[in-house]
């Protein structure tokens, strides 16, 4: 088993495909359109590669819950990337600053950016195959 997808109301898809194909160079666009959502239209794509994506539609109204409070949500979601310095020199470059960085850890970096719609992304490179390792 494994996440295929994940599904993101944002109020600008534009601003959010910025930040993604920062991220993911190598992704692209699988398919798009407009449909009705409950009475209100919106435009929705897939953004990924032929086995996991990140589905975003542009019809959110409000603003995502607040990172530092302790309200029910979304914490943030993270994805493995084999070389750290490059994303971060890629996002960096596309305008986006890094928010936190990990912590400190012998077997694992990793960094948090917050994306155009206020959602934490955690990236991390792990120096270990050991899962014990890397979850110390």
Known sequence: MYLE???????????????????????????????DWYGKHRRWLHF?????????????????????????????????TTNLHALITRLTDAGFEISKNGAENSYRKNVYFEDPAGFEVEFVEYSSDEPKLRNS
């Open 48 to 80: 990924g590669d032929e086995y996991h994506y990140i589905a975003l539609s542009d019809n959110g109204e409000g603003s995502n819950r607040n990172l530092e409070g302790h309200q029910v949500g979304l914490a943030h979601f993270a994805y493995v």
């Open 5 to 35: 997808h994940i599904n993101l109301v944002v109020d600008d898809v534009a601003k959010m495909l910025t930040f993604y194909q920062a991220a993911f160079p190598h992704w692209h666009i699988r398919d798009e359109g407009t449909s």
